[in-house]
């Protein structure tokens, strides 16, 4: 709330796309005003003592970043100058002498790599192995999809100082990126079925949309272009479709469009998220709830004929950007909201056998998955045997003050 108690600044999430705006509405009522534009997550926001500016972190590739806006102004944000990237909440003390104020800030920079995991060799005790590090760096590695033969693997990182999509054998070697993206957020979605494009989605200039990448040449095609909300694609098994989520009838609902481009088609009527194809191409897979906290919604596992109809049930207690289907099955994640509060209590992997239609364990994960900074924890091939998981390497935390400010 603003100083003088008349205004509320806010941050309103635009769910299923990763992005956030600020806005401002009068405390007396009346409609919201928006500040800046739909970007990466805003973290937090503070009032100037005097009421006319705002200051507040957001998430870029690169990193959290603080910016300030005039609060009534139409000038956009500007970066905050000297302050290190990795600043991700913003805290203002009352007016000091001079008309000067202090601020503290959060100061943190993740490194999150990756585990590649072979399920196959699960020790008699429950608990996985943890796997080996996957092409590692110091900086933000998410999960992508693994080729359906199992021998490539897609994930994005910031490596390279934006978040770009990477390509590597499944040994980790022949390691490529394949995207040229500046400052924007990514998604992979899922290898064509001859393992020579992917298809991605991207937050580009405020709107999401799909596009088909060749894993070669880095030649980008856009595949949407409303201004509906269209992410979270996959390929069909037989190449001609490709299924994503899409806000184009006023909710996230599942479609599908030819994969040469052309008219899309709505499958869904009740909500739907992260579309995935069963093996013999009859059946999509998809969640009904999404959230960018991790493993802390609680979402079910519905299904929708490739060709259109009745949307059914299939089992509840899937969490959204931790699951993913094999042949035999859906694997997915299970652990406790927020940091493990009962070290007992780990991270496990499950698997929905289709034939039973039963949940059995896999095993306990041997190490904590993020529960913040990404959207996608993990992603399993095809034949079930390897699991890519997110891994938290290191993740400091710091308090920044700096004083004099005006």
Not at 301 to 316: C, D, I, N
Request: glycine share 12%; charged share 20%.
């Amino acid at each position: 709330m603003s100083p003088d108690g008349k205004t509320l600044a806010f941050v309103r999430l635009s769910a299923g796309a990763n992005q956030s705006a600020l806005f401002l509405v009068p405390m007396a009522g009346g409609g919201g005003t928006r500040r800046t534009d739909w970007s990466v997550a805003i973290g937090s926001v503070a009032w100037t003592p005097n009421g006319r500016d705002l200051l507040y972190t957001r998430g870029e590739t690169s990193g959290s970043r603080a910016f300030r806006v005039a609060a009534f102004g139409s000038e956009p944000g500007t970066v905050l100058p000297d302050m290190p990237i990795g600043v991700y909440r913003v805290s203002v003390s009352r007016e000091l002498a001079g008309q000067t104020f202090r601020v503290a800030f959060g100061y943190g920079q993740p490194d999150l790599g990756l585990r590649l995991m072979d399920l196959e060799h699960v020790p008699a005790a429950g608990g996985l192995s943890p796997g080996t590090a996957f092409d590692d760096s110091t900086r933000v590695d998410n999960p992508g999809r693994i080729s359906r033969d199992g021998t490539q693997v897609a994930f994005t990182s910031d490596r390279s100082g934006d978040q770009q999509v990477w390509v590597a054998n499944r040994d980790g070697s022949g390691l490529r990126k394949v995207t040229a993206f500046e400052g924007e957020s990514i998604d992979v979605g899922a290898w064509s079925p001859d393992a020579r494009s992917l298809v991605i989605s991207a937050v580009v200039a405020g709107n999401v949309d799909t596009y088909v990448v060749s894993v070669e040449s880095g030649e980008l095609k856009r595949l949407t272009s409303s201004e509906a909300r269209e992410s979270q694609p996959e390929w069909s098994r037989d190449g001609r479709w490709i299924y994503y989520a899409s806000t184009a009838s006023g909710r996230s609902e599942i479609w599908k469009i030819p994969a040469t481009g052309g008219t899309p088609v709505q499958l869904t009527v009740n909500g739907g998220y992260e579309p995935r194809e069963a093996s013999d191409g009859g059946t999509v897979y998809y969640v009904d709830a999404f959230d960018f906290n991790m493993l802390s919604t609680i979402a079910t596992v519905k299904q929708v004929p490739a060709a259109g109809g009745p949307e059914l049930t299939v089992f509840s207690g899937v969490t959204p950007g931790a699951w993913d289907i094999a042949d035999a099955g859906i694997i997915f994640v299970t652990g406790l909201a927020g940091p493990p509060s009962r070290p007992e209590v780990a991270d496990a992997l499950n698997m929905y056998d289709f034939p039973s239609r039963r949940v059995r364990r896999i095993g306990e994960l041997p190490f904590m998955l993020p529960r913040a900074g990404i959207f996608r924890v993990f992603t399993s091939s095809r034949d079930g045997r390897w699991a890519l998981v997110s891994h938290v390497d290191s993740w400091e935390r710091d308090i920044l003050v700096a004083d004099h400010f005006r």
